[in-house]
């Protein structure tokens, strides 16, 4: 079975600075995705950033990217210049091809003024 | 952007009531999923659902559950006999076919469901 593991249950960061969420998983497969959703206070669950296993390249999404290292099994999200909204829950998750997500157990960002 | 709509929003039921929350996948999408989030605690997988059967559940969805697609836009989660531990969000989500959407499950607003 897949585990996604989040060490950080919290974290806080200022307005424009940057910030760094961890993420690590566990499986055998070799050709999978692994995704970052945002659940701010209203719930809904809001897609980041996505990452399929087999590019080389890092994921990139405006101020929103990532740090995959697939031999370390590892799946970062770095947000630049930090904004009043981001505050927000992250949620890692993995998926193998076709089958349903796995999520971790979520990191709980706070952006200060 | 098209997205994934859920209804209601929020219900209160009575225990031993049924429950039946409704989605309207993505239109182009095929394949539908069920999520539950406890307050405080992860989102958990429950049920998918393709080409008119479930493809994949897990050990939440037991009896208690089922998933419908009665037409061709709604995708629907009834609970039989509700009990207090299934308050929770419930999320639908859908997915498109082949590799082009990345694998990618876009998530619908939530349906609250609280059991008194």
């Known amino acids: 079975a897949q585990t996604v593991t989040q060490s950080q249950p919290e974290m806080s960061v200022q307005e424009a600075e940057t910030v760094t969420l961890s993420c690590t998983y566990d499986?055998?497969?070799?050709?999978?995705?692994l995704f970052w959703y945002k659940q701010p206070p209203s719930r809904q669950m809001i897609l980041v950033i996505r990452?399929?296993?087999?590019?080389?390249q890092n994921a990139t999404e405006n101020r929103f990217s990532v740090n995959f290292q697939k031999a370390a099994k590892s799946f970062s999200l770095k947000i630049s210049d930090s904004q009043l909204g981001d505050t927000a829950m992250y949620f890692c998750?993995?998926?193998?091809?076709?089958?349903?997500?796995?999520f971790g157990k979520g990191t709980s960002l706070l952006v200060t003024p | 952007e098209p997205e994934v709509t859920q209804t209601p929003s929020h219900q209160v039921t009575q225990m031993g009531q049924e429950v039946i929350l409704r989605c309207v996948p993505i239109?182009?999408?095929?394949?539908f999923y069920w999520y539950r989030q406890i307050l405080g605690q992860k989102v958990e997988f429950l049920v998918s659902f393709y080409n008119n059967e479930i493809s994949e559940k897990s050990e939440i969805f037991d009896d208690q559950f089922s998933v419908e697609r009665p037409d061709g836009s709604n995708f629907t989660l009834k609970i039989r006999s509700t009990k207090l531990e299934d308050s929770a969000m419930y999320f639908c989500a859908s997915r498109a076919n082949g590799s082009r959407s990345g694998n990618t499950i876009y998530f619908g607003e939530g349906s609250w469901l609280t059991v008194v």
């Open positions: 499986t055998s497969e070799s050709n999978y995705y």
């Open positions: 239109s182009n999408h095929l394949y």
């Open positions: 990452q399929e296993a087999y590019k080389q």
């Open positions: 998750a993995f998926s193998n091809s076709g089958y349903a997500l796995n």
